[in-house]
């Protein structure tokens, strides 16, 4: 889509196929799902919405905005940057270059803390702590699939807070934001619950290009990736009812650690890796 190409009109259909075209020539990992999130963005809609305007012409400022969103994606700025928003867990999370980005294999994660306390409880004012929040994903989306649940969430960046609540307001979920690095803002307080997806990334590890554009602070962590889990798994009991949960995500390869580490602590009566979809190692559960 050049400025030689203005005259012609373009369609929907003819600037998905361009910009599925552009995305293949880069080597993009998803071209044809990024041409259809950017285009959906662009007019509005969702995708089905792109499907039902592909003979609607564009007009010249949609396609100058279009060929901006496009330098930027092919920048390797992620998708969801551009957007403003990502979805998990069923709704629609509104995410800026302060916070991480919600990824599906943390669903994991989210699903464990809804099965391990059970269907009969869900009615139950448990108290749920979710450790460095982000943007309030795991916070926010097991308020909303458990109202009765009291849920708090802390993260030491007051911008990544700014954004979870206004996730928690628009999504209508309960949620209490504290402010403050890990367990620290709620000293001498117990939770049925705890789960975080802390930065676990090693400091020398070499990203995917979109992955940089996240903050720093919410990926890499010292001890190669250690140090903050094994911070929190020996501070938790502190925090921890009699029976209580902890279910922390870590990244690949550290699973054999963090079950050693959980095991020295001698504060757990059980230790267990549960795997996501693709069948890989992602979340600690331990239980006191």
Known sequence: MTDDAASRTWTVRDVVRWMTQRFTEEKLDSPRLDADLLCAHLLGCDRVGIYLAMDRPLSAS????LRALVRRRLAREPV???TGRKEFFGLTFTVTPEVLIPRPDTETLVEAAL????????DTALRLLDIGCGSGAIAISLAHARPAWRVTATDLSTKALAVARENALR?????EFLEGS????????RFDVIASNPPYIPRNTVLQPEIRHEPPGALFADDDGLALLKEILSAAPAHLEPGGHLLLEFGQGQDALLTDFAAG?????????LRDLAGAPRVLHARQ
Do not use: D, M, Q, S
Request: proline fraction near 5%; charged fraction near 25%.
């Open 62 to 65: 949609e396609r100058e905005n």
């Open 80 to 82: 969801a940057y551009l």
């Open 115 to 122: 099965e391990l306390t059970g269907p009969v409880r869900a």
């Open 171 to 175: 999504l209508k979920a309960e949620v």
């Open 182 to 189: 890990l367990l620290a803002p709620v000293a001498g307080r």
């Open 265 to 273: 602590t001698g504060a757990y009566a059980e230790i267990r890796v």
